[in-house]
């Protein structure tokens, strides 16, 4: 099975070593898309962007069946056209679309969320997440709908599809109709409330005629490659989805369900 959102030293945000990456993923019996951080016209300039010429040209000895080179593009209403660009002229395997910045402002950090409560902060994420993907139409998968839980600054940080449902629904909406897939993020995985709240969302998705997901750990470290992959497939079992993932990108079911 691939773990499809991984960084490495490349990404602005990870010390990890492809080679050591490598060693753990074999044994851990996975494969791997690389997915360098790709978010450009970071407020801190030059932070979370990379040469993707030197990228593929350190890394290409490394790929193969189970190593597989692609990106997370950080998706922003400011830099659509280069994002694209670099989708277009980059061999990538894969390209996630992922929403870090709400209006300029990083919700890793306290900065987004103060002066706003947790519904006026969580409708922004969303309504800045629905925008990007009707504009971001050369992605392959939409990463972490549930990022923000991991870092606001709220004492209950969960999602709960009814209380967005409207907004989550256009978001799916558009992802199905643009034959888009969603990533299953593993990340909270280990949290039985945070796979309780998710479930929903996965649920709807395939209502509303969704098919296909991605799964991938966010690993920036070597411990967390693949973590929480069982309670993953048990979650595209439960909401009846099938687990892909893509090389040069063309999707691809995985065998092991
Ligand atoms: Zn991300
Ligand atoms: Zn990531």
């Known amino acids: 099975m691939f773990d499809t959102h991984i960084h490495t030293k490349i990404s602005s945000d990870s010390k990890m070593e492809i080679e050591d990456a490598i060693k753990c993923a074999k044994s851990r019996n996975i494969s791997m898309i690389i997915t360098e951080h790709m978010d450009l016209k970071f407020p801190k300039e030059g932070l979370f962007c990379f040469d993707a010429a030197q990228y593929f040209e350190e890394y290409d000895k490394y790929r193969g069946e189970d190593l597989l080179l692609g990106v997370e593009i950080g998706m ?134 969704g098919q296909n997901i991605t799964i991938g750990s966010d690993a920036h470290n070597t411990l967390s490659i693949g973590s929480n992959f069982n309670a993953a497939k048990d979650i595209a079992k439960l909401c009846d989805l099938k687990i892909v993932y893509f090389k040069e990108r063309k999707k691809e079911y995985e065998k092991d369900q």
Do not use: W
């Not at 969960?158 to 034959?179: G, H, M, R």
């Open 76 to 209: 922003k209403k400011d830099c659509i056209q280069e994002s694209k660009k670099v989708a277009k002229n980059n061999p990538f395997d894969y390209i996630i679309g992922s929403v870090h910045l709400v209006n300029n402002l990083d919700i890793y950090y306290e900065e987004y969320y103060k002066g706003k409560n947790k519904r006026e902060a969580y409708e922004k994420y969303f309504m800045s997440m629905l925008e990007s993907i009707k504009t971001y139409d050369f992605i392959d998968s939409m990463g972490h709908i549930d990022y923000i839980s991991r870092y606001a600054k709220y004492e209950d940080k969960e999602i709960y599809y009814e209380e967005y449902s409207d907004i989550i629904d256009e978001i799916l909406k558009v992802l199905i109709n643009t034959d888009k897939c969603m990533e299953l993020n593993t990340r909270r995985l280990n949290d039985e409330n945070a796979v309780k709240n998710i479930i929903p969302i996965y649920k709807r998705f395939r209502e509303l005629g």
